[in-house]
Nanobody, 120 residues
Framework: QVQLVESGGGLVQAGGSLRLSCAATGRLFSIDAMRWYRQAPGKQREWVAT???????GYVGSVKGRFAISRDNAKNTVYLQMNSLKPEDTAVYYC??????????????WGQGTQVTVSS
């Protein structure tokens, strides 16, 4: 059973940094794109960043220049380095990935979410 397990959330002051990690566990064949989303209280879930299997990246405008997504394919792990954090970055952050559990079946998986709180 493939799962995405997140870690690294917490409470930080504005201007600080946090690094989120998300590891794919279980038996799997390969991983295509990996992504981060976030959901603030009372708001819809928002896409934050993507990294493709080839390493290309993309970001929502509000985090460009402050956040960096990366991956370690040997560890089946995606990271989100968050710098210059603002109170409006407060949200539950979710990782998402397109995973081939076998060579013929690809599915989308979600992590359980990790809380990031930025105090002013």
């Amino acid at each position: 059973q493939v799962q995405l397990v997140e870690s690294g959330g917490g409470l930080v002051q504005a201007g600080g940094s946090l690094r989120l990690s998300c590891a794919a566990t279980g038996r799997l064949f390969s991983i295509d794109a990996m992504r981060w989303y976030r959901q603030a209280p009372g708001k819809q879930r928002e896409w934050v960043a993507t990294i493709t299997g080839e390493g290309s990246t993309g970001y929502v405008g509000s985090v460009k220049g402050r956040f960096a997504i990366s991956r370690d394919n040997a560890k089946n792990t995606v990271y989100l380095q968050m710098n210059s954090l603002k109170p409006e970055d407060t949200a539950v952050y979710y990782c998402n990935a397109d995973i081939w559990a076998t060579h013929y079946a690809r599915n989308e998986y979600w992590g359980q979410g990790t809380q990031v709180t930025v105090s002013s």
